[in-house]
């Protein structure tokens, strides 16, 4: 009854709109927008028109296809008229998707309220917004799983569960958890499109969103295990400071939280891509068409979360840097802050000529997440050159697919005992330059 209350309602507000229902599904304003899902057809359109309008943020690409041939549509978000941050240096990436169920409308339509946030915010002049794109990209694939979304159904046109498809512990689940994996890992074109796009485009990304319908929850791995994943301590601060500052949802191990379940892509971000990931639940409605409440009401507090998520996405990761720094004849005393909210455990210091060849690494050291590691390390074996450079060589979490990331440490803060054991600055390369030259000068003028 209460199903059959909610359709009439939205057929009401469908006619109720300017024009036909099909006129309004083509053009989609707001009052179609707020309360019906999308269809393959009309978030295709809303994609092109964002694209069109909106050249200088917005690419638009195709990434695959389904299994009937529809385009796997992914957005690029980003502040296009630079590759990288203000002071040089890499964006920080952030992977979204939604529609792995295709009967699970409110994961999707959440994923599209993501992207029409920015989209917009940024036309708006919104300063969060125009601050995000401009030191983020933000890579989101709204529906994977269209032909499924077409027909209403959990499944793709073959019945594969796209979320039992990726390969980390593919099928290798308890038999009480049924479902439909497929016939091997990444079998459905749509699953593989997604791990290419991973592999070769996000590699490195430090955040991923995967959206889904069910019961109103942030899940993080692992689903096949009830242990907590390696980088716990990152996973338990975004835990405590959302249900602190900005929602109660609940927010779980996937195993404890849901059930055990394994080939998701959760899991295979985390656990093949490394990368820090959730899975976001939005509510316990499936199976109808559209909504009385919109969606921009009914999602706000999602959109709370994805907000701060994205916001501090530098932060989720370990981030290194070298506050002092003193080279002795034996030993190397050195202070280490971590500024990010992820541990590392194997970092070194890497001495390097001027062709980048390592000529001496320190032995391995760890720094516990947003916190601060007083060193002492040897060094008996360090032969110093007059062009050698100093650089920190870490993974950005503690899990072991995470990316290495080599970073260069000032010279400012490094300081080398002299004969009389006494520390004094170490001189820069640039330093060193500007003294050949004035040398190399002077003698020009004395001749």
């Given at each position: 009854?209460?199903r059959?209350?909610?359709?009439?309602?939205?057929?009401?507000?469908?006619?109720?709109?300017?024009?036909?229902?099909?006129?309004?599904?083509?053009?989609?304003?707001?009052?179609?927008?707020?309360?019906?899902?999308?269809?393959?057809?009309?978030?295709?359109?809303?994609?092109?028109?964002?694209?069109?309008?909106?050249?200088?943020i917005?690419i638009?690409?195709?990434?695959g296809?389904?299994e009937?041939?529809?385009?796997?549509?992914?957005?690029?978000?980003?502040?296009?008229?630079?590759?990288?941050?203000?002071?040089?240096?890499?964006?920080?990436?952030?992977?979204?998707?939604?529609?792995?169920?295709?009967?699970?409308?409110l994961?999707?339509e959440?994923a599209?309220?993501?992207?029409?946030?920015?989209?917009?915010?940024?036309?708006?002049?919104n300063?969060?917004?125009v601050?995000?794109?401009?030191?983020?990209e933000?890579?989101?694939?709204?529906m994977?799983?269209?032909?499924?979304n077409?027909?209403?159904?959990?499944?793709?046109?073959?019945?594969?569960?796209?979320?039992?498809?990726?390969?980390?512990?593919?099928?290798?689940?308890?038999?009480?958890?049924?479902?439909q994996?497929?016939?091997?890992?990444?079998?459905?074109?749509?699953?593989?499109a997604?791990?290419?796009?991973?592999?070769?485009?996000?590699?490195?990304?430090?955040?991923?969103?995967?959206?889904?319908?069910?019961?109103?929850?942030?899940?993080?791995?692992?689903?096949?295990?009830?242990?907590?994943?390696?980088?716990?301590?990152?996973f338990?601060?975004?835990?405590?400071d959302?249900n602190?500052?900005?929602?109660?949802?609940p927010?779980r191990?996937?195993?404890?939280?849901l059930?055990p379940?394994?080939?998701?892509?959760?899991?295979?971000?985390?656990?093949?891509?490394?990368?820090?990931?959730?899975?976001?639940?939005?509510?316990?409605e499936?199976?109808?068409?559209?909504t009385?409440?919109?969606?921009?009401?009914?999602?706000?507090?999602?959109?709370?979360?994805?907000r701060?998520?994205?916001?501090?996405?530098?932060?989720?990761?370990?981030?290194?840097?070298?506050?002092?720094?003193?080279?002795g004849?034996?030993?190397?005393?050195?202070?280490?802050?971590?500024?990010g909210?992820?541990?590392?455990?194997?970092?070194?210091?890497?001495?390097?000529?001027?062709?980048?060849?390592?000529l001496?690494?320190?032995?391995?050291?760890?720094?516990?997440?947003?916190?601060?590691?007083?060193l002492?390390?040897?060094?008996?074996?360090?032969s110093?050159?007059?062009?050698?450079?100093w650089?920190?060589?870490?993974?950005?979490?503690?899990?072991?697919?995470s990316?290495?990331?080599?970073?260069p440490?000032?010279?400012?803060?490094?300081?080398?005992?002299?004969?009389?054991?006494?520390?004094t600055?170490?001189?820069?390369?640039s330093?060193?330059?500007?003294?050949?030259?004035?040398?190399?000068?002077?003698?020009?003028?004395?001749k």
């Open positions: 009854m209460e059959r209350i909610v359709l009439i309602v939205l057929a009401s507000l469908a006619m109720s709109s300017a024009g036909s229902t099909v006129t309004a599904q083509i053009s989609q304003p707001d009052i179609i927008q707020e309360h019906w899902y999308h269809s393959y057809a009309t978030l295709t359109l809303d994609l092109n028109d964002w694209a069109d309008n909106n050249p200088d917005v638009l690409l195709s990434v296809q389904t009937l041939g529809r385009e796997i549509w992914m957005l690029q978000i980003s502040d296009w008229s630079s590759d990288n941050k203000s002071d040089g240096t890499k964006k920080d990436v952030v992977y979204i998707d939604g529609g792995h169920h295709g009967n699970e409308h994961g999707t959440l599209f309220l993501t992207a029409e946030y920015y989209i917009e915010g940024w036309n708006d002049g300063q969060e917004v601050d995000v794109l401009k030191s983020t933000l890579h989101i694939l709204i994977l799983n269209a032909d499924g077409d027909l209403d159904t959990r499944w793709n046109i073959n019945q594969v569960d796209l979320n039992r498809n990726y390969d980390h512990f593919w099928n290798n689940c308890p038999p009480n958890n049924p479902t994996p497929g016939s091997g890992p990444f079998s459905e074109a749509e699953t593989l997604n791990s290419i796009y991973m592999n070769e485009v996000v590699p490195d990304a430090d955040l991923y969103i995967t959206m889904h319908t069910g019961v109103w929850i942030m899940l993080y791995p692992w689903g096949r295990w009830p242990d907590q994943p390696s980088d716990w301590e990152l338990h601060h975004i835990r405590d959302v602190d500052n900005i929602s109660d949802i927010i191990n996937a195993n404890q939280g059930y379940n394994c080939g998701t892509s959760r899991d295979y971000g985390y656990g093949v891509m490394g990368y820090p990931t959730f899975t976001f639940e939005t509510d316990d499936q199976f109808l068409l559209g009385v409440e919109a969606l921009s009401d009914r999602l706000a507090e999602e959109m709370d979360v994805m701060y998520l994205i916001n501090n996405v530098w932060y989720w990761r370990a981030r290194l840097v070298v506050e002092e720094m003193e080279i004849e034996n030993q190397i005393n050195a202070r280490v802050m971590n500024h909210h992820a541990s590392t455990s194997n970092a070194t210091f890497h001495y390097s000529n001027a062709q980048g060849e390592v001496w690494h320190s032995e391995n050291f760890g720094v516990n997440a947003t916190n601060e590691s007083i002492v390390l040897d060094s008996g074996n360090l110093l050159i007059d062009d050698g450079y650089s920190i060589h870490y993974q950005k979490r503690v899990i072991d697919a990316q290495w990331v080599e970073e440490i000032s010279d400012s803060i490094i300081s080398t005992e002299n004969q009389e054991g006494k520390f600055p170490a001189p820069s390369i330093l060193l330059l500007v003294a050949l030259v004035a040398a190399t000068m002077l003698r020009r003028k004395e």
